[in-house]
């Protein structure tokens, strides 16, 4: 007899206005009961009864009542959902089918069943991709959601790379294309086929988009720098393009690589291969003997025809002295040596003007036919290694500083230093640890860079590591603006236009340029594009690193086996952690730490672990660990302290 009663309705919605109601979160917990979190600032419990209208992550408006002397929060508005488009797995029960996230804290089973029109053969535990159709606080009668697409059967063992890229939405294959191939940038191209460029790349590669020689010259050198040429052959704003503008980067995961171009035009048409013409755009660069970057810098279309393709290996082990291989002849042989004297000159003046990035190594994958993993391994950025880099940041400052004196149009990297609500906080520590530097200018170019230089000169890795979470994310603009993580004023990538379509753009800004063009502004939403996409592949290349690192190293969980590992965060709930010998991380919760909660003091804020008011471990800190637990389903490993 109450039931659609206006007056009780009535009633009900008085009382809730009168009811204090908040924004936020909801956290759940794998005991049933959850918290709301609002902002950061303030939680409250919600019970189990309410979490069955909720999943972990909406956004919700809730109202605030006492039960039991306790204040909880009832959810009562949606405002966004943590769930749209989710991979999970199917769990059937008697002739229904019901879908798992793949998400760590979320359990739940929604209820679902074919997209509209779809017909799907579904099993237990298979993977799919699904889109929440229904939601309790919607007025819904519970959860429900369609299954939109089978990404992979249970029993398929590159279910980890189908995931992978199916979560973070990203193109499974590359772009087909069976059409003619063709130039039509009709661009006059010089002849600089005489000139025995040369790629240095891992022994792998079939993707080569750059080659470079180099010659002495009266106060320097001479850098000559070919990159492959796509757009002579992409129409801007034909299909092929925005298949490439779509994806906006190469996708490299352990064992497959997603092309952003067809493969015939990346790993073959436009692949610089020794002893074939292909299409380029070339920089001359000079550089002084201190390493200093010349501002006349010529970009030119040409013609070119690679002489060698080196691998990095062996170019660092004949620098070295070392390894049975021999540059091909006399001219090479000095061509090489000239690469690493301008290499050495030119990282000395960044080490001086910019800022150089550590040494840290690279860890690569050994699959087997299957997909499992052989081993790691470490691998060194090595003299060769820093031959490429070196050559590749000039002629991308080279860039950067060429498109700023032709109007500024172009896609730059740009990093700001220290956010902006940060930067006192910043200020704050650096004082506290007394660093010599003129701390009221670390928010420009030039203080940013003398501090990072007085880091990374005096070795404070702690310190470094503390100050880092006060850091900007790079972004990516279409406006020249400086790059504090470099020390540059201006870094417009254009030397991997087979990977990334931004330097695709740029190769064309620069043709526009010679021809005497007006140049186009790119779309003010392509910056945002390719952003997003640049976030989306480093996701994916890390879950799918996670997801490897559970399965090679699951024997080692439980087992006496020592890791020295180095400390990269320390949160309230414990330590992160990188093995060294491997790059796997683990994550040392607290109570590993020390068993006694009272006398335990892991401190966010300062990066340290106490115990009992003693230092026990901190930031850049070199320790022994074992590990625990290796969590398939969570793609997480467990470690403690080593005793």
Not at 267 to 283: F, M, N, Q, T
Not at 416 to 442: C, M, R, S, T, Y
Not at 447 to 467: I, V
């Amino acid at each position: 007899m109450f039931k659609d009663n206006p007056l009780l309705a009535q009633l009900k919605a008085e009382i809730r206005e009168n009811l204090k109601t908040v924004e936020g979160n909801i956290k759940a917990s794998d005991k049933g009961f959850g918290f709301l979190d609002v902002d950061g600032k303030e939680s409250y419990f919600v019970p189990p009864p309410y979490m069955k209208k909720v999943i972990h992550g909406d956004r919700v408006k809730a109202v605030v009542r006492s039960e039991k002397d306790k204040e909880v929060a009832e959810p009562d508005t949606l405002i966004e959902p943590s769930l749209t488009r989710f991979v999970g797995r199917i769990k059937q029960r008697d002739d229904r089918f019901y879908v798992v996230p793949d998400h760590p804290l979320i359990k739940d089973s929604i209820r679902c069943r074919p997209a509209k029109g779809l017909k799907l053969d579904l099993k237990q535990g298979d993977w799919v991709v699904a889109e929440l159709k229904r939601h309790p606080l919607k007025g819904d009668n519970g959860f429900n959601a369609d299954v939109l697409e089978k990404v992979a059967g249970t029993d398929d063992g590159y279910a980890p790379w189908h995931v992978t890229l199916a979560r973070h939405n990203l193109q499974k294959t590359a772009p087909e294309f069976d059409g003619e191939l063709t130039l039509i940038d009709g661009l006059e191209r010089q002849d600089l086929s005489h000139i025995p460029f040369a790629t240095i790349d891992a022994a792998s590669t079939q993707d080569m988009d750059d080659a470079i020689w180099i010659e002495k010259v009266e106060g320097g050198y001479q850098l000559w720098v070919a990159i492959a040429d796509p757009t002579a052959y992409v129409v801007e704003g034909s299909d092929l393009d925005k298949a490439a503008a779509l994806r906006a980067f190469t996708v490299y995961l352990p064992g497959k690589n997603v092309t952003m171009l067809p493969e015939v035009l990346s790993d073959d048409l436009c692949s610089l291969k020794a002893g074939e013409p292909r299409p380029a755009l070339v920089a001359r660069l000079f550089v002084a003997d201190d390493g200093t970057l010349g501002d006349d810098t010529e970009f030119t279309p040409a013609w070119i025809q690679s002489r060698h393709k080196l691998v990095y290996n062996n170019v660092s082990d004949w620098l070295d002295g070392s390894g049975d291989w021999q540059p091909a002849n006399e001219d090479e042989a000095a061509t090489i040596k000239l690469l690493r004297d301008f290499t050495e000159a030119r990282t000395a003046w960044r080490q001086a003007h910019a800022l150089v990035f550590g040494d840290r190594p690279d860890y690569r994958f050994e699959l087997d036919e299957n997909g499992n993993v052989v081993t790691v391994h470490r691998e060194e950025r090595r003299i060769a290694n820093r031959i490429v880099e070196e050559s590749m940041i000039a002629a991308n400052v080279a860039c950067g500083e060429y498109l700023r004196r032709h109007g500024g149009i172009g896609v730059y990297n740009v990093h700001n230093g220290f956010e902006d609500e940060k930067i006192e906080d910043a200020k704050a520590l650096l004082a506290q640890h007394e660093v010599p530097v003129d701390i009221d200018q670390v928010h420009t170019l030039e203080g940013y860079a003398a501090m990072r230089r007085w880091l990374d000169g005096n070795k404070k890795q702690f310190l470094d590591g503390r100050l880092r979470r006060f850091q900007s994310y790079a972004a990516i603009t279409l406006e020249a603006g400086p790059h504090y993580g470099l020390g540059l004023t201006a870094y417009a990538t254009w030397t991997s236009p087979i990977r990334k379509y931004g330097d695709m753009v740029n190769h064309r800004i620069i043709k526009a340029i010679l021809k005497g063009e007006q140049v186009a502004k790119p779309n003010d939403s392509l910056a945002q594009h390719l952003s997003d996409h640049r976030r989306l592949n480093r996701l994916a290349e890390r879950d799918m690193g996670d997801w490897l690192y559970v399965r090679w190293l699951k024997p080692q969980a439980g087992a006496d086996t020592q890791f020295d590992a180095e400390v990269i965060d320390v949160n309230r709930g414990g330590m992160k952690v990188r093995l060294v010998d491997n790059g796997a991380v683990a994550f040392v919760p607290a109570s590993q730490i020390h068993d006694v909660k009272d006398e335990l003091d892991v401190n966010f804020e300062a990066g340290t672990v106490l115990i009992k008011g003693e230092e026990s471990f901190k930031l850049a800190d070199i320790i022994k660990v074992q590990l625990t637990e290796a969590n398939e389903e969570t793609r997480s490993l467990v470690a403690k302290p080593a005793k």
